[in-house]
Structures are given as structure tokens and as C-alpha cells.
């Protein structure tokens, strides 16, 4: 999709751009802001007094309901919600971890901000959760940070910097959760993508996490099958939500994927809630994600070069 017309260079105004509300003024304006990895759009839902959407260089990347933090208008949000309060039930969350040496504190990293939608749904479902971000675009997070009158620190930070740099400071151990939601246009970045990155996932991963992806794909189901196929060799457990129409290869589309190295189980209400939205979702288990990603090759880093010696 096109970017909005910029016809200036940062720091002048133009047609239909808005640059003169900085990080730090209260509220949110409809318009095109310059951000640092290029702009973004700011749009008020027509169909939703109190929603708006944030577009990045042209993509649609999130939506918020300013009155209500648990409304999650995009459906893979939803699955991703789902499934994770599948394992760890808001109302008995806190007992449930407080058995695990972490005082009832529910650990989250999201790597992607866009507009915190999801970490703002958490910090709504869990109230003494612990969550982050990492968002690479450093101006986009002061933005979404007054626009949207997120959570303060500690209950929700948002750390600027590369996903997996970030990824590969982090204490082992010390998230219950980590879900990946980046884009470079249609399709994650392959360093976010690799095996070698999801070990350091599994090392930040506390026992009886989970590793959730946002996977977009083509009808020809290319990219989910590798991204399938690397999670399958990263960990013992896996599984799939998306509807039927995208496991069949008919649209493009997003599957949610996990992995964790404790089985998911069969749970009949997150079942019957996938299928009970507007876009109704399977679950694939693991022998099914396994049979889909049969015969892919695992994504790798790539070689480190070969660094000649010099004669002298």
C-alpha cells in the first residue's frame, strides 16, 4: 500500500500532514505525522465514537477504544488474548503465579508497539501485570503514549530499539509470555524470524511460557509454513488459530502461532470462544502444525562471513 503523500523534507508541513502536535501533547488529532521510520496516520472510527486507528506508512497496524481497553477490533488481537488468558485465566492469574515465585505478577514482552493495543488489553485483564514494549520507532512511541493515555511504568514500559537486540539482553527466564508483532510491509523481518532468535526466546521464556507470532501470509502459504516449521523446531509444543479460510489457502491473511515447552492441552471454552467471533477460528494442534510444516526448511540465520587473515 502507498505511502500518504509527503512532499517536504521533516519538519515542514504539507498537504494533509499534521507536524505541529510533538510527544507530549495530550489527546488525539486525525492526521498524517512524520514519525521516525517515516509517518504515520492517525484516523477517528467512523463506526466508533471513541476508536481510533493508527495506520504506519500506509499499513493499518492497530485500533484503540479509548473508553474501553478490553475491545480488541482486530481479530488475531482477539486469538492472541484468547489463547493466552487460556493458559493463565485472568481471576485466578495471580494465585496461579504466585505459586511460581513471581508474586502473582503476569510478565509480558510484546516485541511491535504500534498503538499498545494488546499490552493495554493486558494491563486491563491483568491489573498487577508486568509488561513491555519494544518499539523501534522511537517519535510513534511518544506518540501513542499521550494520544492514548497508556499505563504508566512499571506496569506497562515501552523500550525503544530493535526487537532482537533487545531480545538478546534480556534476563533468562524472566517473561511468562512473549509475543512478536513486527512488520517491514507485509511479512516480519527474518532476523525475528530465524531458529537462532527463538532460542533466545525460549532462554527469556519462564517455564510454562508461551511464544506467540503474528504471521501474515499469501494465499500460497509460503511464509507461514516456514515460520511454521521453525517454531515446530524450537519447541516441544505448538499450535495454530486462524479461520478456516486461511488454513485452506484462499486469502491473504494473519495466522496466530505458539510455541512453549509445556503441552496446550485441549480446552473446550477456547475453543468455543475462537469460534464464537466475528471471524471464526480453528486451532490446530501440534500434529497438525507439524504435518503443515512437513518438508519446510527451517529458517536460519545466515552464515557469519569468513574474515580472510592478512599477509604481512
Known amino acids: ?44 472510527d467512523q463506526d466508533n465514537s471513541t476508536g481510533w486507528l493508527l495506520k504506519i506508512n500506509g499499513v493499518m497496524s492497530s485500533h484503540i477504544d479509548l473508553a474501553d481497553p478490553l475491545f480488541l477490533d482486530f481479530e488475531y488481537m482477539r486469538w492472541i488474548a484468547a489463547l493466552i488468558e487460556s493458559r493463565w485465566p485472568p481471576q485466578d492469574a495471580s494465585s496461579a503465579r504466585a505459586g511460581a515465585g513471581n508474586q502473582g505478577k503476569l510478565r509480558g514482552l510484546h516485541l511491535g508497539g504500534g498503538a499498545c493495543s494488546l499490552a493495554r ?31 504508566k511504568a512499571p506496569l506497562l514500559r515501552i523500550r525503544v530499539g530493535e526487537a532482537r537486540e533487545v531480545t538478546e539482553t534480556l534476563t533468562a527466564d524472566t517473561r511468562d509470555f512473549i509475543i512478536r ?26 517455564p510454562g511460557g508461551l511464544y506467540v507470532v503474528n504471521s501474515g501470509d499469501a494465499p500460497d502459504l509460503k511464509n507461514a509454513r516456514e515460520d511454521a516449521a521453525t517454531i515446530a523446531a524450537s519447541f516441544e509444543h505448538t499450535l495454530i488459530i486462524a479461520d478456516p479460510a486461511m488454513l485452506k489457502g484462499r486469502r491473504y491473511g494473519n495466522m496466530v502461532m505458539a510455541g512453549s515447552d509445556v503441552p ?30 512437513a518438508g519446510t526448511p527451517v529458517r536460519h540465520d545466515p552464515p557469519a562471513p569468513v574474515v580472510e587473515p592478512v599477509e604481512t
Open 1 to 44: 500500500m502507498a505511502k500518504r503523500g509527503r512532499s517536504g523534507g521533516r519538519g515542514r508541513a504539507v498537504a494533509g500532514v499534521v507536524d505541529s502536535q510533538a510527544p507530549g501533547s495530550k489527546g488525539p488529532v486525525e492526521g498524517v505525522y512524520y514519525v521516525d521510520t517515516g509517518d504515520c496516520e492517525l484516523i477517528a
Open 264 to 293: 496446550f492441552g485441549d480446552d473446550p471454552k477456547l475453543a468455543r470462544r475462537l469460534l464464537g467471533g466475528a471471524v471464526p477460528a480453528h486451532i490446530w494442534d501440534d500434529a497438525q502444525v507439524r504435518a503443515f510444516a
Open 121 to 151: 488489553y493486558f494491563t486491563a485483564a491483568y491489573p498487577d501485570a508486568r509488561q513491555v514494549v519494544v518499539e523501534l520507532d522511537g517519535k510513534l512511541a511518544g506518540y501513542v503514549r499521550d494520544w492514548f493515555d497508556l499505563p
Open 181 to 206: 508483532d513486527v512488520f517491514a510491509g507485509a511479512f516480519t523481518p527474518r532476523p525475528l524470524t530465524t531458529a537462532e532468535f527463538n532460542q533466545h526466546v525460549r532462554r527469556v521464556l519462564a
